[in-house]
């Protein structure tokens, strides 16, 4: 055994082979970590393409109904019952209401109701109240609800008592006895409310006219027995009436505008104001009118005053009247509020605008180091102009040399002239930053129309904006000249 092999016992460690694998993917790894840390710690720059479009606005108000109103009282005590159904036109010759002094006639009045049948033509007249409530109705003000059910109440006790009385007068030898009748004292539309407003007039308009919350109005059919002297009716007895409505800034001007447009100017300088028209629809049922408009102020706050001279009847029984004003709707480039930015710009005399060869500028007075002066053509952008003015981007540069174009204090020559327009005053314009690009670029904007979260602007304008253009939707996240992709 001793010439026998001997055993090797030394170990030899293993190395692993290098990994390029492990690495490049650890790599990856650090880079993703690093774009998602990045992307959740900038700013974040999001796009909105420019379409063609209008706004819907809004012009809903709601007016106080003034009409030329008269309020009867009784002449004597005892149980009233009306014999006009409410906005009911009568003659000097119609029957109102009678007064029952021993209240015999009342008894027999609920002795006959059992045996009282409606017609279809009466049951049309509560459907349609019915029908006229549940769409108008709003789970916002649920004291309509309280309204509706005296107005159906007061409906069907018309209904019951012109029946009623019909029968007692001519199935009873002695009616006469049983109560007194009253004639209507002219002629006009009947009303069983009072709300204190039946001597209001456009003249002495009362801003506590639109507090609907501590509007009080009563129903004058819901007393059963009255007094000498007690309100049982009223009547409207002129066609003609009114609206009146607080004005908003935005409608002030439009109707202000359309006043303007029909006034007329005679030859020795007189100015004359033609009526104004505009068109409304009513919500309750949908119609549409045409009445003429004026506006009042009381207390600096504008009024609005629309005048009517038909369809009184169909509304007499409402004060509070909401209504739409129809205006043409605005069309141009919508585009959101938030993408909205001003900035400065030179406000120059358009006087001073040169036009040389095919470029448009100014020609500035300019100072050599020997103290020479010279007059050179500046050819400046012209981003807006209107008949006075012309606005210049005062970072505007000359690409040659990278010197601003104009600055503050230059002086500006005009044409085939000595006067001279020294730079410097500045004024804020309203535009939006393009990105079609890939850096943002400022573009003025004329807006025609807007509300809280878009504004209607102008298409075709210079420097400004077309469809389909890219703009910055949040215009407080970047800058000028900023690169976005």
């Known amino acids: 055994m001793a010439g026998g092999r001997k055993k090797n016992t030394k170990i030899v460690r293993y190395r692993r082979p290098f990994n390029i694998g492990v690495v490049f993917f650890g790599f990856i790894a650090v880079y993703l970590v690093v774009c998602v840390y990045m992307y959740f710690t900038s700013e974040h720059v999001s796009g ?33 019952n009306y014999y006009a159904a409410e906005g009911e036109k009568v003659s000097v010759l119609s029957t109102v209401y009678t007064i029952d002094e021993s209240g015999r006639m009342s008894e027999l009045l609920n002795e006959s109701a059992g045996d009282l049948s409606l017609d279809e033509e009466d049951y049309s007249e509560i459907r349609a109240d019915i029908s006229s409530y549940l769409g108008n109705y709003s789970d916002m003000d649920f004291r ?24 007692l007068d001519s199935a009873s030898e002695d009616a006469g006895t049983l ?28 801003p506590s006219w639109f507090d609907e919350e501590n509007y009080e109005w009563q129903d004058l ?27 908003d800034e935005n409608m002030e001007n439009y109707i202000l505008d359309e006043m303007e447009q029909n006034q007329t100017t005679a030859e020795d300088g007189t100015v004359t104001q ?44 409402e004060r509070y009247l909401d209504f739409e004003i129809l205006r043409d709707e605005t069309v141009g480039l919508k585009i959101p509020q938030s993408a909205v930015t001003e900035k400065d710009f030179f406000v120059i005399d358009a006087d001073y605008i040169t036009q040389s060869e095919d470029n448009t500028g100014f020609m500035k007075k300019t100072v050599s180091e020997d103290g020479t002066e010279a007059v050179e053509f500046v050819n400046c952008t012209i981003y807006y102009q209107d008949e006075e003015y012309a606005y210049v981007d005062p970072e505007e540069e000359d690409f040659s040399t990278s010197r601003k174009l104009l600055e503050s204090g230059d002086l500006l020559v005009k044409a085939d002239s000595a006067d001279y327009y020294q730079v410097g005053q500045t004024e804020k314009l309203k ?28 298409e075709g304008t210079s420097y400004g904006l077309s469809v389909y253009d890219h703009i910055v939707l949040n215009a407080d996240t970047v800058s000028e000249d900023q690169v976005i992709y």
């Open 431 to 458: 535009g939006v930053y393009n990105i079609n690009k890939g850096y943002t670029i400022f573009r003025i904007i004329q807006v025609m129309y807007e509300n809280e979260e878009y504004c209607i602007v102008e």
């Open 274 to 317: 033609n009526t104004t028209y505009i068109e409304i629809r009513f919500d309750k049922d949908e119609e549409t009118v045409w009445p003429s408009v004026t506006v009042q102020y009381v207390d600096g706050q504008a009024y609005g005053v629309l005048s009517f001279v038909n369809s009184m009847v169909r509304y007499a029984g």
């Open 144 to 167: 309509e609800v309280y309204d509706f059910k005296t107005n159906v109440d007061s409906a069907i006790l018309d209904l019951v008592n012109q029946n009623l009385i019909d029968q």
């Open 221 to 247: 059919r819901t007393a059963s027995l009255v007094s000498a002297g007690d309100p049982v009716y009223k009547l409207v007895t002129e066609e003609d009436w009114q609206i009146v409505f607080p004005l």
């Open 48 to 80: 909105y393409e420019v379409i063609k479009g209008n706004l819907a606005a809004d012009y809903h108000y709601t007016g106080v109904a003034l009409r030329t109103e008269q309020v009867y009282t009784a002449e004597k005590a005892g149980y009233v």
């Open 179 to 206: 109560f007194t009748r009253y004639n209507a004292e002219t002629a006009g539309v009947v009303e069983y409310y009072i709300d204190g407003l039946e001597s209001a007039t456009s003249d002495n308009i009362d």
